[in-house]
């Protein structure tokens, strides 16, 4: 990763009668993003509107006020866990590689808070990430802290690697980070201590059960972006199983295919 110091920061008409065609979803979509005082929500194949159980109209307009213009209109469902199931695997199948997005959790006593990440997610040991990213609350009450500018430690996403923290994470250092989502997709932390960002979501270290997790794209899908994620978590998964392996004094069983 290369971090470098925070700079700045409608219907036709066919017949004489003029009875008129039922909307497409084409219709839909633009009426959508017409008629939004906020970013228009839109389902995973950005062709039909959809709906968030945690994030009202109020609420996207004050976080996308905080990205730049272009990320602003519409949203691309890419993860529901009502929908996709609460799952840390399939979170991940659905996230990486997607572009920029908005992850929002709702946990058992009823908060909402969540993350902006910058850039597409990718699996591996290294944090990542720009200092567009961060961190908010939407229930009890909204509040946005962006970038301290102290580090990069923005983004972290990594699965199934004995040696190293399992789950998502957003800003801070392993075991005090902003906001944490362990791998097992039921519980999820944030350590009340956070210098990545100007704050911290909750003023104590606090714990919680995570009810519903939600993940919007907030830019079309690039496929040239997607491949490249895919293609680099694929290579970074494979290095680090190497170097592990060569730890213990085992051969990399490719090696002699």
């Given at each position: 990763?290369?971090?470098?110091?925070?700079?700045?920061?409608?219907?036709?008409?066919?017949?004489?009668?003029?009875?008129?065609?039922?909307?497409?979803?084409?219709?839909?979509?633009?009426?959508?993003?017409?008629?939004?005082?906020?970013?228009?929500?839109?389902?995973e194949q950005g062709t039909s509107p959809a709906e968030s159980d945690v994030l009202d109209e109020e609420v996207r307009k004050r976080l996308a006020e905080r990205m730049s213009s272009h990320l602003r209109e519409r949203w691309r469902?890419?993860?529901?866990?009502?929908?996709?199931?609460?799952s840390f695997n399939r979170f991940v199948k659905h996230v990486v590689g997607k572009g920029p997005n908005i992850v929002v959790?709702?946990?058992?006593?009823?908060?909402?808070?969540?993350?902006?990440?910058?850039?597409?997610?990718?699996?591996?040991?290294?944090?990542?990430?720009?200092?567009?990213?961060?961190?908010?609350?939407?229930?009890?009450?909204?509040?946005?802290?962006?970038?301290?500018?102290?580090?990069c430690n923005f983004m972290y996403l990594n699965e199934q690697m004995e040696q190293l923290p399992n789950g998502c994470a957003f800003g801070g250092t392993h075991a005090y980070h902003g906001l944490w989502l362990h791998e097992g997709f039921d519980t999820g932390e944030s350590s009340g201590i956070c210098s990545t960002f100007e704050g911290a979501l909750f003023p104590?270290?606090?714990?919680?059960?995570?009810?519903?997790?939600?993940?919007?794209?907030?830019?079309?899908?690039?496929?040239?972006?997607?491949?490249?994620?895919?293609?680099?978590?694929?290579?970074?998964r494979r290095k680090k199983d190497k170097e592990f392996i060569a730890l213990a004094g085992r051969e990399f069983a490719s090696d002699n295919l």
């Open positions: 990763q290369n971090c470098l110091p925070r700079a700045s920061m409608g219907a036709t008409s066919s017949a004489p009668e003029r009875a008129e065609h039922a909307p497409s979803d084409g219709d839909k979509v633009a009426d959508a993003v017409a008629a939004a005082p906020s970013p228009a929500l839109l389902d469902l890419l993860f529901k866990s009502s929908l996709h199931g609460q959790v709702r946990d058992t006593d009823g908060r909402v808070f969540g993350g902006f990440a910058t850039e597409s997610w990718k699996v591996g040991p290294k944090f990542h990430g720009g200092y567009s990213c961060f961190l908010f609350t939407a229930k009890p009450e909204l509040s946005i802290l962006g970038a301290s500018g102290d580090n104590t270290r606090t714990k919680f059960e995570i009810a519903h997790v939600e993940v919007w794209a907030v830019k079309d899908r690039d496929e040239d972006e997607t491949q490249d994620a895919v293609e680099a978590s694929v290579l970074e």
